[in-house]
């Protein structure tokens, strides 16, 4: 399927644009994941648009979204199904549960308990559920936004370094400009906007997009140097624990959409130290804390470790 990738990327960019208003960087680093095939960790505090970023994104697409509102007494058979008896059947039948979607919003996923935060770990990493000996594969495009609060809020459960691994960006979303925010006041002056949001991509859209992106040339050179940023944690001394090569692969698919995204079909050094931070700052753990440090912390020590790494020209 021949596609004008340019066209299609913008319309999407655009149309998000319409109601995420100032959030730029961070709708263009949703999309990266995306067009990567994989999944976004929206974090901060309540209020500052991780819910509309996502549900802007989904409805930007065809296709079928469900929204999880994760709660402490949420059990893994809600989220991935649960096998129902048939009385005429005389059988136990499957019933699919929200996970069975395009694009999934599990919305403050670290409100419930980490037993059930697992529950997505198959179907994140593998597109499939699997339920009483039967694995049932998920629809394509398949697409999880989680949102977060920060730790320091009464009622979250850190996540597991497992399933952190399994993002492919941990974004924080931050506060908008004045100008910004003053504009949100008017345009929800009567109601939601994201509501109102139409479609532009379809599924198949999102599928030949994610395709390009494996076509996109990566230099020996820059496959290089990612592997040096990689290396780099593995010494530090600060980390405990170092980009493992599930992280190593992350970015090289992340620099691809990134590439795809700007126009190129080939990747660039800026690529990797744009994308460093939010795809590798989650994959580590700093020596002498468990879940790996304040996350302003540990994203400042592999920007540091990133420009002791040298760029080839």
Do not use: W
């Not at 991780?50 to 065809?62: D, E, M, P, Y």
């Not at 925010?181 to 906007?193: D, I, W």
């Not at 390009?212 to 040339?217: D, H, N, P, Q, S």
Request: with cysteine.
């Amino acid at each position: 399927m021949a596609v004008d990738t340019q066209g299609l990327i913008g319309q999407l960019e655009a149309n998000i644009a319409q109601v995420v208003l100032g959030k730029k960087e961070v709708v263009r680093l949703c999309i990266v994941a995306l067009l990567a095939g994989e999944h976004v960790l929206l974090e901060d505090v309540p209020g500052v648009g991780k819910t509309l970023i996502g549900k802007a994104l989904a409805r930007s697409v065809s296709g079928e979204f469900r929204r999880i509102q994760f709660t402490p007494d949420l059990l893994p058979a809600d989220i991935t199904g649960s096998s129902v008896f048939d009385a005429r059947r005389q059988d136990f039948i499957f019933t699919p549960g929200p996970i069975f979607a395009n694009i999934v919003l599990a919305d403050e996923i670290n409100r419930t308990t980490p037993r059930t935060q697992s529950a997505l770990l198959e179907a994140m990493s593998e597109g499939q559920v699997s339920a009483d000996g039967q694995t049932y594969p998920l629809p394509r495009p398949f697409m999880v936004i989680a949102t977060q609060n920060p730790l320091e809020f009464e009622g979250t459960y850190p996540l597991p370094e497992s399933q952190l691994d399994r993002f492919l960006l941990r974004i924080s979303v931050g506060y908008p400009a004045r100008a910004d925010e003053r504009q949100v006041l008017v345009s929800h002056r009567r109601g939601e906007p994201v509501d109102r949001l139409e479609p532009v991509l379809t599924g198949e859209h999102i599928i030949a997009l994610q395709e390009a992106v494996r076509e996109v040339a990566v230099d020996e050179a820059v496959q290089e140097y990612l592997l040096d940023v990689v290396e780099a944690t593995r010494r530090s001394e600060d980390l405990h624990v170092g980009v493992s090569t599930r992280g190593a692969l992350a970015l090289y698919r992340a620099a691809q959409a990134h590439a795809l995204i700007e126009g190129r079909d080939y990747v660039v050094p800026d690529d990797i130290k744009r994308l460093a931070v939010p795809v590798l700052a989650h994959r580590v753990i700093t020596k002498g804390y468990l879940h790996g440090g304040h996350r302003a912390a540990v994203e400042a020590l592999v920007a540091r470790l990133l420009e002791e790494v040298p760029v080839p020209s």
